[in-house]
T-cell receptor
Framework: DQQVKQNSPSLSVQEGRISILNCDYT??????FLWYKKYPAEGPTFLIS?????DKNEDGRFTVFLNKSAKHLSLHIVPSQPGDSAVYFC?????????FGAGTRLTVKP | DTGVSQNPRHKITKRGQNVTFRCDPI?????LYWYRQTLGQGPEFLTY????????KSRLLSDRFSAERPKGSFSTLEIQRTEQGDSAMYLC?????????????FGSGTQLSVL
């Protein structure tokens, strides 16, 4: 059962524009949400997170929005840079059980 | 380098052989996780240790899979009688106990190919 879904396998944006990556989840018990970034031949690296008691968390160019009623979260990157090109995984956590989405490959074109 | 270290990076084996992977977590991290990732999918949870105790195992972890963390430091994942369906990237991650435990630090993984 896929409890965390990233329905867009890929996204391409122009350098300087905003990148918006989306994630949906089904389990209302998830209480913490994270975004990981993965470059080829490397493991995922933590990017940004948000607790279920918040609806927004910002860190530099990265902002995560959480809509609990819709069971939806999104990652905004602005402005996008070519170095942001990677696969982005959404993850959701409850009781040490972390589930990942299938990932979205972001390509930022110069 | 104080990150999570995994060995080997790549392993090619014939069907039916046994393989063992090693993970050295970040030294002060009590928690250690094994995940499996196949092409086009996100990491799937396999098992989790807190210190030397294996606290959780996924239903994905068949009887052919066994993981150990004997001294609460490094961990090994063994797959017996490998099958072609075992081909995947095996990722290890660690995290501290308490605050920040939700942020997993991943190694670069071991890519297993079963021929």
């Amino acid at each position: 059962d896929q409890q965390v879904k990233q329905n867009s396998p890929s996204l391409s944006v122009q350098e300087g524009r905003i990148s918006i990556l989306n994630c949906d989840y089904t389990n209302s018990m998830f209480d913490y949400f994270l975004w990981y970034k993965k470059y080829p031949a490397e493991g995922p690296t933590f990017l940004i997170s948000i607790s279920s008691i918040k609806d927004k968390n910002e860190d530099g160019r990265f902002t995560v929005f959480l809509n609990k009623s819709a069971k939806h979260l999104s990652l905004h990157i602005v402005p996008s840079q070519p170095g942001d090109s990677a696969v982005y995984f959404c993850a959701a956590l409850t009781n040490n059980d972390m589930r990942f989405g299938a990932g979205t490959r972001l390509t930022v074109k110069p | 380098d104080t990150g999570v270290s995994q060995n080997p990076r790549h392993k090619i084996t014939k069907r039916g052989q046994n393989v063992t992977f090693r993970c050295d977590p970040i030294s002060e991290h009590n928690r250690l996780y094994w995940y499996r990732q196949t092409l086009g999918q996100g990491p799937e949870f396999l098992t989790y240790f807190q210190n030397e105790a294996q606290l959780e195992k996924s239903r994905l972890l068949s009887d052919r899979f066994s993981a150990e963390r004997p001294k609460g430091s490094f961990s090994t994942l063994e797959i017996q009688r490998t099958e072609q369906g075992d081909s995947a990237m095996y990722l290890c991650a660690s995290s501290p106990e308490g605050g920040g435990s939700e942020k997993l630090f991943f190694g670069s993984g071991t890519q297993l190919s079963v021929l």
